[in-house]
């Protein structure tokens, strides 16, 4: 059974940096592209950034050149390292798994098919 646990939200000044993490565990196979969306209210989930098995990254318009993505296969981690946040960037971040490789997974929610609990992220100006 595959289970995606988040953690690592909060609040933050614009400008500022936070750290999110997110636990991964029954994801077995080789073949595995994760990643990071966010959703505010009113909104559809949108995706932030992906990271394929062999360490590919991919990251949104947006966040290009603030955020990375990375994972720790060892502890069974993934991170989103989030810098020079803005007041947009405000949302609940939600980790997603697929047993896929990242280059055939359709960059939306529909393509990815494990789910965290979300965790908020609110940017103050």
């Known amino acids: 059974q595959v289970r995606l646990v988040e953690s690592g939200g909060g609040s933050a000044q614009a400008g500022g940096s936070l750290r999110l993490s997110c636990e991964t565990s029954?994801?077995?196979?080789?073949?595995?592209?994760m990643a990071w969306f966010r959703q505010t209210p009113g909104k559809e989930r949108e995706g932030v950034a992906s990271?394929?098995?062999?360490?590919?990254?991919h990251y949104s318009d947006p966040v290009e050149g603030r955020f990375t993505i990375s994972k720790d296969n060892a502890k069974n981690r993934m991170y989103l390292e989030m810098s020079r946040l803005v007041p947009e960037d405000t949302a609940m971040y939600y980790c997603a798994a697929v047993k896929d490789f990242c280059y055939f997974v359709d960059w939306s929610p529909s393509g990815f098919d494990y789910w965290g609990q979300g965790t908020q992220v609110t940017v103050s100006s």
């Open positions: 029954g994801l077995t196979s080789r073949r595995v592209c």
């Open positions: 990271i394929n098995s062999d360490g590919n990254t």
